[in-house]
């Protein structure tokens, strides 16, 4: 019987709706081409990763810090993913860890090593990121749809996701771009190109390319010249970082104030938050080669978390009208930890504060809070950010106690570490850096205005701050 007379049950879509019965019966695509590009993409996404990652702390733009959040760990999902089809097709060692092609990994290490956010912007979305979505293309239009039909499904989802990224990345670039300087993001943007190219593309496979032996054109950056900035920075709006001078945690547990009132509070709380992903991304690029992948996914997932979180404070704030860059978000947390402590001892204190997130006094008394506030904005947060808590002490317990006897020692371990932060409460006012201003009456006073509510004395006159005290209301010494 001819092809074209291949019949099917009353003309139903033959092979599950995948793909012709012309197409099928081609054979030109193989189990080692296709575990190769995916090899590629894998080294591409991963290495994408770990830059984005490594550039949150030290991003001045909020929109740029929990974007770099967003995508860093849409990257971990999608190598996930690479690496479980991988270890489907071969036996290990799957050789994942090795660099497929040393011109894509130049291409990753001057994107790296740029200190401009602009030449970083235009070479993750412009050039790095477009071709795995060229990658994911042609792994549709050419792997075999029955037999690889697996690898084409991860293919399709990761184009899809990409696409939003890469979006994204065009129009920051098109509102950061200064007239001046397009020239040379233009050539910027050609180097790449030209680096790209001589790699065959993502995944090896540009009909024009220029070959491996092609001349790599020179470093315009030193290699690992931008290390690593472990100090968190800001952009303009936000004033007075160093203000640790209001205390919400004494707020929110005191019976004496209102549930309403509080929630002004919790989305100080939930915005604040904006210094654990500048925290935990140093964990991520001190412990990079010391931990295994599953380390740094879930990792990474917590941390693009605690962003979501910063801008539940973020939309609170904005359903209320009141402007958030009006109240000093404190970022010391984030500051002391990374510039005090070493990567191990900061996990030990993100674990001990999580899992003192999780009996009544944490995270149910929030939410608790947020349903007879009347406000169902703070209602719906809290239930996501409580959520959000428990996923993030199951994630400590797999990565972080295991490290010790148990978990009374690795809780102990965390507690210790915390203590022997220095908070600097007093050298900032001392040296100028902050007076610690009482920015809480302001803000309630505004609350109470567009809330058309009488202020509660009581709370105008809250004035507890953090100079004797840590977050989870220990005393300090
Ligand atoms: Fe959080
Ligand atoms: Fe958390």
Redesign the pocket.
Known sequence: MALEDYQTYRSVPELAGLCSMDRAVKSDWSLSESVERLRRIHFTLRRVHEVLTAKITAEPIYELKTAFSLHAYVCAEQVTLIRKRVSEMREPPLGLEKEPCAALARLLEEVDSTPSTLELLIGIYQVVLPGVLRACQRIQDEAHPLADSPTIRIAKLMEFELEELVEFGHKAIDCLREEKSEVDDLSWCSDLRLILGIAGDVDGCDPERKGHDAELPPRRYEENVNQYNSEPRRDERFIDSFNAGVNPEAFLYDDRFAPRDKTLMMYYK?IR?LD?PEMMASILVDLREDEPWGFHMEMSRQLW??A??AMMGEVGFASLGIDWASIPINFTWSRNLNLQLDARERHGVLFFI?QG?MPRSGKRYEWEVANESGDPLAALFQDF?WA??VL?AQIGRRWYVPRYQNLKDALGYGDRCWSKVLSHWRADLESGLTQHQNWWPDLYQKACELWNQEPDPNAMQFSETYEHCRADLEQLD
Do not use: A
Request: charged share 70%; aromatic share 0%.
């Open positions: 939930r938050e654990v978390d605690e979501r979180h999580e997130l950010d959000d808590e993030h």
